[in-house]
C-alpha cells in the first residue's frame, strides 16, 4: 500500500499531464477536424486520448479490477425495447475506489475545455453519480451491448481493448433517431437505418452524442477482449429536464442502491 503522500503526488502528476496533454499541439491541432466531424455525424474520434503512461496505469488499475470484481450482466433492458447486454462491468463506485487514472480525467477542466470546442457548447458533468464513469468488458463469443440510448446527452468512450473488426464490438449508431420512451421501435429504426459502423483504436477515445443516437456495440463471434470506459457527460438542459435513470438500475443495481437507496 503506497503512502499518502506518494498517492497524493501522483495524483498530482497524472491531473499535471493530462492538463498538458490537452493544452499540447497535438491535441489542440486535431480539433477543427473533430468539430467537423461532430457535426456532420454525431461523433468524433479522439487520437491519443492520454499520455501513454496515463494510458498504461489506467489499463493496469482497470484489468485488476475486473479481476477481482467484475459483476457479469446477462439481461434485456425494456427501456431501450428488450435489447440484450451480456458482458461484464464495473461500476463507478469500483472504479473511484481502484483508479487513480479514471476519476481523475472526468474531474478535469481540461478535458471538459477540450470537449466544448468540439461541440460547440458547454460540456458539464453528469448530475447522476453512477453514471459519472462505469467500465465494461465484452470476452466471451455472443457477448453483446446491445441498442439503446444514454440518459444524457454525451458519451466518451476510452478504448482499452478492441478484437479485430471480423470479430466484432465495433460501435454501430443511427445519429438522430431520438428515443421515444413508451414505444422505442429499435427494429424499425435499425431497418429504416442507416447505421454508422466505426471502429475507434486502443488509446483514442470517442465522443458521441448519445441521447438520441440509437447505437450498440457488435457482438463478438468469438471469445475476445473488448474494454472500455465509458463517461457521461451533460448538457445546461439536461440538468433541469427529468430523467429516468430506469436502465442504469437494471446494470448497476448495487452502484443505484448505495447512491439513493
Ligand atoms: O462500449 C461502447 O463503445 C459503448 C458503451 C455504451 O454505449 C454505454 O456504456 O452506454
Ligand atoms: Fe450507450
Known sequence: MPAIAT????LDSIRAAIDDHFASEAMQSQIPDLRRSYQETDFAEIIGFTPP?????ALREVEELFDRQANRRDIVVAQSGNTPRKYSNLDRDALAAGSTV???????RALRSYLDQIVGETVLPVPYTPEEYIAARLHQAGDVHGWHWDDYTWALVWIFKIPDQTIGGSVDFIARAPWDRENPRVDELVAKGPVASRHPG????YLLKADTALHRVAPLSEDAERMI????????????RPVDHSSMEDLYPEAHERHFG
Do not use: K, Q
Open 53 to 57: 503512461w496515463v494510458f498504461d496505469t
Open 7 to 10: 498517492i497524493r503526488e501522483s
Open 102 to 108: 479514471v476519476p481523475e480525467l472526468f474531474d478535469s
Open 229 to 240: 470506459v465509458c463517461y457521461t457527460f451533460a448538457t445546461e438542459s439536461d440538468l433541469t
Open 202 to 205: 486502443v488509446g483514442n477515445a
